[in-house]
């Protein structure tokens, strides 16, 4: 390892409204030392201040009190000429989202960051074609992002991070909207990156099956490092196993226990039930809320150890027979594990509350319109269909106007209320593209959308 860190943060923090009741410490007193040629992870819960530490490293987070140097310089004194230079020359930023410009083709989006620095055309071309070259996207070239599947988008976000050959990669949740494969191999080509080229990559995920990946694994809750990890020394190889591992799938095992039990066998179960018993009255409501609350956890975390996720279970379970509050469902996951609770970052326990809670009263709501019905599914199936479709679109912001695409989503929607395709093959369909008679949605929100699709059919089976 070099002598001399390549990034070091001294008493680093970050405080919104500061002074305010409503004060927010994002990140207080970090310190660390990261060395050319690591790979690192910062990882920890939904608002822990993980992202916001990367920001920081980056230059964009500029509300910083305290230090961090960026090969012995200190950023948080650079002024507005020197972080540009910085974020040119010193970082590649991999976003969980891509950030490619629709109108542009792969090429003309890679070679983006190049025009600031004047390089002439044929440098520019030859370092975009060795970069796809090296990634094995040569052939989208000539492609626009919307012709390209979710990893191809991803791979073509990590070649624009690299043209201006920076020494620091910077990922932040880079395989969030993957699926299982695409997951994998972003995360395998990030090594390559830091193995063969040399390059230092932190990544900030909240995926625990990415975590053999690094050399070293920083902790982080409520806005601080509470822990670091070595996994092995830099020069060590990865284990072949973990580059073989599907990414998703060991997140999978890691919450459930063991793959046997799966997340992947809750949804066939649920699945088999909503195929079965979707015309059933309500003498089975008391059996599918096991089901329900499985349900439930799955779409909204997926980062705790089994024994977490079951109390986690047992909890919502609670707040489905109504015998639990939404107050005392939030102490449960904000109090620590030592008090019976699950110990979470208080700002994350507060959106998960939320989310959850809500997502409970619309089960209740919905029953209650079936009861109102007196029958276990709505006759009116065109009007249900399209409610179905704006309370989705809703509660996951999508925004669709184009009518060839609104009329797909209502066929599919219809489709999985009729038990003539199930819930895998419904996301696949939005995940399509138009050519292939689908949706051409993100795998990511496909997969969020057939998901809050499973807990409405299992709804209607009070």
Do not use: W
């Not at 099956?209 to 670091?228: C, E, N, Q, T």
């Not at 599918?288 to 975390?301: D, G, M, N, R, T």
């Amino acid at each position: 390892m070099a002598n001399k860190p390549i990034v070091k943060a001294e008493k680093l923090s970050v405080t919104y409204m500061m002074g305010r009741p409503n004060q927010v410490n994002a990140l207080t007193d970090a310190n660390l030392e990261i060395f050319p040629g690591e790979f690192v992870i910062f990882f920890g819960p939904s608002g822990c201040g993980k992202s916001t530490l990367l920001y920081a490293v980056a230059g964009l987070e500029r509300n910083i009190q305290g230090d961090i140097f960026i090969d012995g310089k200190n950023l948080a004194k650079f002024n507005e000429k020197e972080l540009d230079n910085h974020r040119q020359h010193t970082i590649g930023m991999i976003f969980q989202a891509y950030y490619l410009i629709s109108s542009l083709s792969v090429f003309n989006n890679i070679v983006l960051p190049q025009f600031p620095l004047n390089v002439k055309n044929k440098e520019r071309e030859k370092k975009a074609v060795d970069l796809l070259s090296f990634f094995g996207v040569k052939e989208q070239i000539k492609k626009y992002p919307n012709e390209l599947s979710g990893g191809q988008q991803q791979r073509i976000a990590i070649c624009r991070s690299l043209i201006n050959d920076p020494n620091l990669i910077l990922a932040d949740e880079p395989t969030g909207n993957l699926d299982s494969k695409s997951a994998t191999d972003v995360m395998n080509l990030l090594l390559e990156l830091n193995e063969k080229k040399g390059k230092t990559v932190i990544l900030v995920t909240h995926s625990p099956g990415s975590l053999d990946y690094a050399h070293r694994v920083f902790y982080m809750k409520d806005g601080k490092i509470i822990d670091v990890k070595v996994n092995r020394q830099p020069g060590e190889p990865v284990k072949k196993e973990v580059t073989e591992a599907n990414v998703l799938a060991k997140d999978l095992e890691t919450v459930s226990g063991g793959a046997g039990t799966g997340g992947s066998q809750i949804n066939k179960s649920l699945e088999l039930l909503a195929r079965t018993y979707s015309n059933i009255a309500g003498q089975f409501g008391s059996l599918l809320i096991p089901f329900k609350a499985k349900q439930i956890v799955s779409e909204v975390l997926t980062s705790l150890g089994n024994h977490d996720i079951e109390a986690l279970e047992k909890e919502v379970e609670d707040l489905l027979k109504k015998i639990l509050s939404q107050e005392d469902f939030k102490s449960f996951l904000d109090r620590g594990v030592g008090d019976f609770g699950l110990g979470l970052d208080k700002r994350t326990a507060e959106k998960l509350s939320e989310k959850i809670y809500q997502i409970v009263a619309e089960i209740r709501d919905m029953e209650e319109q079936e009861k109102q019905l007196g029958a276990g599914i709505v006759q009116d199936n065109d009007k249900e269909v399209k409610d179905i479709r704006e309370y989705l679109f809703e509660a996951f912001d999508v925004k669709i106007h184009d009518r060839l695409q609104l009329e797909r989503v209502n066929s599919f929607i219809k489709q999985r209320l009729e038990n003539k395709i199930d819930g895998k093959q419904f996301s696949a369909n939005l995940d399509k593209s138009l050519k292939e008679g689908g949706v051409n949605l993100e795998t990511r929100l496909a997969r969020k959308l057939a998901q809050r699709l499973e807990l409405l059919i299992l709804g209607k089976l009070r």
